[in-house]
């Protein structure tokens, strides 16, 4: 007791006469609070897709191996090429793929052996055959589909997401990336850079503890939950006073994602509640807490609680897609994901989520059509990416690559073109969505982007 008589329990009690009613209230979202500014500048129109789940296959994905075939590259095996790699020009035998096509649902899209199990959802997928990026190296071409810069780290497409939209579950952080080992390009690439860094993408570490302290040590009672009204409220105060400190806001901020990700996320990660079914269709055994099936039944439960973007990165510790001895290595690789991804798709569209999800498979680029040995080199200047969800049309490959699967021959999309469809398709006009920074308006698209419209229903 004071010499006012002003007690803490008595201090309690006036803040929450004043601070429980805000606290409480469902209006009490980012817009409306200085240490959450996560408020949306967008959508600039109505939406396709509320939520992107993004699955990203680190390594390099060989086209001509999956979902490109050439059968002209079956018949010229052995053919000597002019053919330009890592090292430069040089003079290479074609090299036919090893794995047979089928053609599979009402679409007829012919994939690869290599994806029986995705082949089953053909009639959902639109295949992009005629991708291509600007540098032929792992790191920069990871860096480039995940920011849209090649070489200066910039801000990546969650991050812009999450400063475009906001969220939907004010308990979770509006990115997510679950990603079991770094993969190239670090986390970089998922970083928001520029952008205040409440957008800075949370990784998610699939096994025992995703998240570190998520257990709270102290229960969860309505006092406790008035004094952290009245932290924040000082927490306000003290950040009214350096408005331009964009870390400060950031910490603050996450004390208070924190507390929510203490109620939200264990519930988001405890995957005993699913049915046994659900759990043999995507191949999450017992006790199984980081497989790729796991991590894709959580992307689910993710995208299904509200979270506006999630991503899985399928990096193996030293087990990528980057398959230079043998393509025979893309079938261990194949066979870890094919499952998985078939199910998610069936379980968004059982569940309803489908129609309000824009689904990204996708990698940083291919594989050479040639090389002297059994393998495949990198390859940028054609490969192949997946779209599927809200707002896509399925059953449909849109471009094409020459004969052997060397250069675009029509309808090319370029990495921007690639961002400014995804981002149209969540309801954003890529050439408006910027961030001023240096003197210079930023976006994600750089000064290019075209969006992709044969695509889109």
């Known amino acids: 007791m004071s010499k006012h008589g002003f007690s ?23 817009a409306k609070d200085k240490l ?29 191996d999956t979902f490109d075939e050439k059968p002209q590259l079956t018949r010229d095996h052995g053919k000597v090429v002019e053919a330009f790699n890592l090292r430069g020009i040089s003079q290479q035998p074609l090299q036919a793929s090893p ?28 295949v992009i055959r005629s991708l291509h990026t600007d540098i032929v190296e792992h790191f920069q071409a990871s860096l480039a589909m995940h920011t849209g810069s090649a070489t200066v780290p910039l801000p990546s497409l969650g991050s812009w997401l999450s400063f475009g939209l906001g969220t939907e579950n004010v308990n979770l952080p509006p990115y997510v990336v679950l990603c079991e080992h770094l993969p190239y390009g670090g986390s970089q690439l998922w970083d928001s850079n520029f952008l205040p860094p409440v957008h800075q993408g949370e990784r998610i570490i699939p096994g025992e503890t995703p998240i570190a302290n998520l257990t709270p ?16 409220d000082l927490n306000r105060t003290y950040s009214d006073a350096r408005l331009h400190d964009l870390g400060l806001v950031a910490r603050s901020n996450s004390f208070k994602t924190a507390r929510g990700m203490m109620r939200s996320a264990p519930e988001v990660f405890d995957v005993s509640g699913e049915t046994r ?22 992307g689910r439960r993710m995208v299904e609680a509200g979270v506006r973007v999630v991503e899985i990165i ?7 897609w980057d398959s230079h001895g043998d393509m025979q290595a ?17 379980d968004l569209k059982q569940r309803g989520l489908f129609d309000e999800t824009l689904v990204v498979i996708c990698t940083e680029f291919g ?30 490959a849109y471009g094409k690559s020459d004969e052997y699967g060397i250069d675009v021959v029509e309808d090319p999309v370029h990495v921007h073109d690639y961002h400014a469809t995804i981002l149209h398709l969540m309801g954003i006009d890529h050439q408006r969505l910027t961030y001023r920074y240096a003197g210079r308006d930023f976006r994600l698209t750089d000064v290019s982007g075209n969006v992709v419209t044969s695509i889109i229903v």
């Open 36 to 64: 959450r500014p996560i408020a949306p500048s967008g959508p600039h129109f109505r939406p396709r897709a509320k939520r992107l789940l993004k699955i990203f296959l680190t390594g390099g994905v060989s086209h001509v």
């Open 99 to 126: 794995f047979s096509f089928k053609s599979y649902g009402e679409s007829g899209l012919r994939i690869s052996e290599l994806f029986p199990h995705l082949g089953s959802m053909a009639d959902e997928l639109c």
């Open 314 to 320: 399928d990096s193996g510790a030293s087990d990528n």
């Open 217 to 232: 040590t102290v229960e969860d009672t309505t006092l406790r939950a008035i004094e952290a009204q009245l932290l924040d």
């Open 277 to 298: 079914h659900t759990l043999d269709s995507y191949g999450v055994g017992p006790n199984d807490k980081n497989s790729f099936a796991w991590q894709c039944l959580v």
């Open 330 to 346: 893309h079938r261990p690789k194949a066979r870890r994901v094919d499952r998985a991804l078939s199910v998610l798709l069936s």
């Open 367 to 396: 594989r050479t059509p040639f090389d002297p040995g059994k393998g495949r080199n990198h390859w940028h200047r054609a490969f192949t990416c997946l779209l599927a969800g809200a707002g896509v049309r399925g059953g449909m």
């Open 8 to 30: 803490r329990r008595n201090a309690i009690r006036v803040g929450a006469a004043t601070g429980l009613t805000s606290l409480l209230s469902p209006t009490n979202l980012y």
